[in-house]
């Protein structure tokens, strides 16, 4: 069932099952809170299940630009597309939120996997060694570690 992020409180509805429930939510708020100011997109997630495609896109595309697998399950999946970016967004079980930005205009179109932490968990351990996070507070995530990396291919054409 579709819910729609409230960004003005925290609320673990869906994401539950994580052991960072909490700080995850807020995360989801904080990405949220994002999309409405910049965007007035109101940020809808989805279950995993409702938007399998897209989680095996992003399996595919992880595993074919940086050999990366994730033991976590994703939980939910956000998408912001308009007629300049698909942008979806995946809520992973441990806490993690990996997004795609995907710009479908050029010149020199951005393509980049964002990785966002949630305030408590550990670095997963197939990122341990891979990547250098950088900090920032929210006052709905607490501290938020983020990275991320370009795409060298053109995975929108595949999805």
């Known amino acids: 069932m579709a819910y729609k992020v409230n960004f003005k409180e925290v609320e673990t509805l869906g994401l539950e099952s994580s052991p960072v429930a909490t700080a995850l939510a807020g995360l989801r708020a904080n990405e949220a809170r994002y999309f409405w100011n910049k965007y007035k997109f109101e940020y809808v997630t989805f279950p995993a299940a409702e938007k399998s495609a897209e989680v095996a896109w992003l399996e595919k595309l992880l595993l074919a630009e940086r050999d990366l697998s994730f033991q976590a399950k994703v939980l939910e999946v956000a998408i912001y597309e308009d007629e300049e970016l698909y942008w979806p967004e995946f809520y992973f079980e441990d806490g ?30 197939e990122l341990v060694g891979k990547f250098k996070f950088a900090r920032q507070k929210s006052k709905l995530a607490g501290e938020i570690r983020g990275s991320y990396f370009n795409l060298k291919q053109d995975w929108l054409a595949k999805r």
């Open 96 to 125: 993690m939120v990996l997004n795609v930005l995907y710009t479908k205009v050029d010149p020199a179109p951005k393509r980049a996997v964002g990785i966002k932490l949630s305030e408590g968990m550990d670095v997963p351990a």
